[in-house]
């Protein structure tokens, strides 16, 4: 057996060489590494990395490590796989920058050229002239501020008159609007005047108060008011627009302005009553007029909106800030006399006016430039009393001393609320639009 174990262990570790044998340590130190080829009871041969052949003694070897030549292989090629799939990985980063970076410019220039689209398809240059009629109501006369300034007399003289009108403040007026559009781009400039004219029956009654001053005295009697009236509310504008973002389909603009307005109301009334106790006729007819200017400035939003080719709806909406006088002249001719007595008296006072507007315009085309519209409007001031005066009666045997109480006093210790007046227009038009392109 013993002698077997010599003879077996060559054969043992050459089959064992053969798969496994990579590094040869020798006593010296020296390693060698490579493929076992041979090996006999005396020597092992190699066959090193760089293809060459050694045959090392048995006995100066110390160890030989064992192992699968796959594994070797794979860790000798390791590195040089690692390199260029590091490689391939940095050309394929590269090229997905890239291709974002082209994306992004491609993005880019589409969005440069269709907003180049929008600015080329956005560019205006046309006259537009449109003319429009309909009815509406309006609001012109300061009728509350002034029954107040008659009850104010009744209080603080001896004798003099006052009045409840009963119909409504707000009358219905026949309208119409004339309007010039001038586009060039961004910059618009609108000149825009609206007339409205309305009739209504003057109702309601008076109060009259004939003496000294002392109550026991006085003969106070009441009488029916019957007449008519004639409103004409008259308005221009001039507004200049800008459009910070043109926009083919739908622009939006920034507007400011200059408005102008003038009410003028006119009436013819009949006051009838009895003969009083003391034999006074209170019966009489006036003839009054009021009228009412203001001027100043307007600012706000406009827009278009233009959608299935044919069709557009166009709109404003502006804060009004105006400021203005009121007047009041009335002229009375008294049944108490033979064959009668006229009187006159005014008033006269300046009022601050804030509000809004709004337009909306739907226009379609019907061929060509030629186009048709419905427009409804809105405008509604709110007038705040600043200073005023009572004009005081001239000519001999008309002067009122009330009226210098009133002028100084009325103002201060009268209900607040009578002072506050409305101007208001409101309409629904029709009309035609034609435009003239430049």
Not at 125 to 138: I, Q, R, V
Not at 209 to 222: A, F, K, M, R
Not at 317 to 323: A, G, N, P, S, T
Request: no cysteine.
């Amino acid at each position: 057996m013993k002698k077997l174990i010599p003879f077996l262990f060559p054969i043992f570790l050459f089959l064992n060489l053969s798969l496994r044998s990579e590094t040869i340590q020798l006593k010296s130190g020296e390693k060698w590494e490579g493929s076992i080829l041979a090996q006999d009871k005396d020597s092992v041969t190699i066959k090193l990395a760089d293809g060459n052949r050694k045959v090392l003694s048995k006995s100066v070897i110390q160890k030989i490590s064992f192992g699968k030549k796959s594994e070797s292989t794979s860790l000798k090629k390791e590195p040089q796989v690692s390199e260029d799939q590091k490689k391939i990985q940095e050309e394929k980063l590269l090229a997905e920058k890239q291709k974002q970076e082209d994306e992004i410019r491609k993005a880019k220039e589409e969005q440069q050229k269709k907003r180049e689209e929008q600015l080329s398809y956005a560019k205006r240059h046309y006259l537009e002239a449109a003319l429009g009629a309909g009815s509406g109501e309006s609001q012109a006369e300061l009728r509350p501020f002034f029954q107040t300034i008659q009850y104010a007399g009744l209080i603080f003289g001896s004798g003099g008159q006052a009045e409840l009108q009963s119909n409504p403040y707000k009358s219905k007026n026949h309208n119409g609007t004339a309007r010039l559009f001038y586009a060039w781009d961004r910059f618009t400039l609108e000149i825009r005047g609206t007339e409205a004219k309305g009739n209504f029956d003057v109702s309601g009654l008076q109060t009259l108060s004939y003496g000294s001053g002392n109550n026991s005295s006085n003969s106070i009697t009441t009488n029916t008011l019957l007449g008519n009236s004639e409103t004409k509310f008259q308005k221009v504008s001039s507004r200049i627009g800008f459009t910070p973002y043109p926009h083919p389909v739908f622009d939006f603009q920034i507007v400011g302005g200059v408005e102008r307005i003038w009410t003028k109301t006119t009436q013819k009334v009949d006051s009838v009553g009895e003969i009083t106790a003391t034999g006074m006729n209170p019966n009489r007819t006036s003839f009054r007029e009021t009228s009412h200017p203001l001027k100043g400035y307007s600012i706000g939003i406009g827009y278009e909106w233009k959608f299935l080719e044919r069709f557009t709806l166009q709109g404003q909406i502006l804060h009004l800030d105006m400021q203005g006088p009121s007047s009041l002249r009335s002229n009375e001719f008294r049944m108490d006399g033979s064959p009668f007595r006229y009187s006159q008296n005014g008033l006269d006072y300046q009022w601050k006016s804030t509000g809004t507007e709004v337009n909306v315009k739907f226009s379609t085309k019907i061929k060509g430039d030629f186009s048709l519209f419905i427009e409804a409007s809105n405008m509604t001031l709110n007038n705040k009393l600043k200073s005023g005066y009572i004009t005081e009666n001239e000519g001999e045997g008309n002067s009122d001393p009330s009226q210098i109480l009133l002028k100084s006093y009325g103002p201060q210790i009268l209900i607040p609320i009578f002072y506050d007046s409305k101007t208001i227009l409101s309409y629904v038009q029709v009309g035609a639009n034609y435009r003239f392109n430049f």
